[in-house]
Nanobody
Framework: QLAESGGALVRPGQSLTLSCTAPGSPLEFVAVAWFRQAPGKEREGVACVRGSDDRTMYADSVKGRFTISRDNARNTVDLRMNNVEIEDAGVYFC???????????????????WGQGTQVTVSS
């Protein structure tokens, strides 16, 4: 079971950090991804980190602004969102799979576990 936190209302240009945790289950060596869905739009991949070697991948729309990282001490996989844009608004979901070599922002089908989502609202 995954749980997201950190969603908030932010202004364009501000920063925000989302966290994904799995109570009772270590996320170290687990492949985790962040997806988002805006109203009326399809779900899209944002960032992922591979379980085997922590290799990361990002959607073009967030490259250079978002960073996915593990915090093993807190048992979280965080998504640091810098210079947030209006288009970044939506519900953010974290997803995980025990297939350590998976890292995909193209499809959520490779991930077996999903959280309930956390809302990010961007407004000036």
């Amino acid at each position: 079971q995954l749980a997201e936190s950190g969603g908030a209302l932010v202004r364009p240009g501000q920063s925000l950090t989302l966290s994904c945790t799995a109570p009772g289950s270590p996320l170290e060596f687990v492949a985790v991804a962040w997806f988002r869905q805006a109203p009326g739009k399809e779900r899209e991949g944002v960032a992922c980190v591979r379980g085997s070697d922590d290799r990361t991948m990002y959607a073009d729309s967030v490259k250079g602004r978002f960073t996915i990282s593990r915090d093993n001490a807190r048992n979280t996989v965080d998504l640091r969102m810098n210079n947030v844009e209006i288009e970044d608004a939506g519900v953010y979901f974290c997803a995980a799979t025990r297939s350590q070599y998976v890292c995909s922002v193209q499809t959520g089908a490779l991930y077996d576990y999903w959280g309930q989502g956390t809302q990010v609202t961007v407004s000036s």
